[in-house]
């Protein structure tokens, strides 16, 4: 390494630390535009539906797909820290039973990512001897150093960013019965498409494959329950 590579590398911005949250905020959001949106163009599709019949849809679909998306989220949160709790007490008891064993082990860790093995144990001495749950934590288990996970605040997270992406098509649902099934879709696209850009530009990926990707599946999903909404309609 040269040292103007050991210069800049201080200075070096990664993105890879935001798609945790990335993830999340994307997917609830995403989910609440389009299940939303795809559930109000399919009531209002369906021959003899009302205005009211249509928000009172998208309410429901708002309210119901929130709550979901929380009580998802808090499970399986919940039961991924469960499993991280159970790993850390295991290997806490593990570590005060045999440390040398545990040593040999972070060391052949070591080894295995290019260390040389004399190497190797002196880096896993020094790091058990700083914070052995820890070293063990990151590179045994591969959990994060980040704290354990919080199902309570997953679950709020997931609710409001679901709510954040159903809130605009319900109001677009507003608009006079005529016009719902060009008001929503409208509105349901205009935000997939900034809703795409926007975690594109966050993650440092190409904007404009992101926006045609989350705008063609939206057009397909609602384009699929109009024809539900319409059929099942015009059957019952």
């Known amino acids: ?118 190497l190797a144990i002196q880096v896993a001495e020094q790091m ?10 990151r590179d045994e288990l591969g959990l994060a150093d980040d704290g354990a996970s919080q199902p309570m605040q997953a679950a709020v997270s997931s609710a409001l960013a679901f709510a954040a992406g159903a809130i605009l098509p319900v109001i677009a649902a507003l608009a006079p019965r005529s016009a719902v099934l060009y008001a929503v879709p409208a509105t349901a696209l205009v935000l997939l498409g900034v809703l795409g850009a926007l975690g594109a530009k966050a993650g440092g990926a190409p904007i404009g494959r992101a926006m045609i990707r989350v705008v063609l599946l939206g057009v397909l999903a609602m384009g699929m329950t109009a024809l539900i909404g319409a059929f099942t309609g015009a059957v019952v």
């Open 1 to 118: 390494m040269t040292t103007d590579a050991i210069d800049h590398a201080p200075g070096e911005h990664h993105l890879v630390h935001r798609t945790g949250w990335l993830r999340a905020a994307v997917l609830g959001a995403n989910d609440g535009i389009i299940s939303v949106s795809s559930l109000i163009v399919g009531v209002a599709a369906a021959p003899g539906s009302t205005a009211s019949t249509v928000l009172v849809a998208g309410v429901a679909a708002l309210v119901g797909g929130a709550l979901a998306m929380a009580a998802g989220e808090y499970v399986s949160v919940s039961s991924q820290a469960d499993t991280e709790n159970a790993d850390l007490a295991r290997e806490s008891a593990e570590l005060e039973r045999s440390p040398v064993t545990e040593t040999r082990e972070l060391a052949a860790i070591y080894e295995g990512r290019g260390v040389e093995p004399s």
């Open 128 to 137: 058990m001897a700083h914070d052995a749950l820890g070293a063990h934590r």
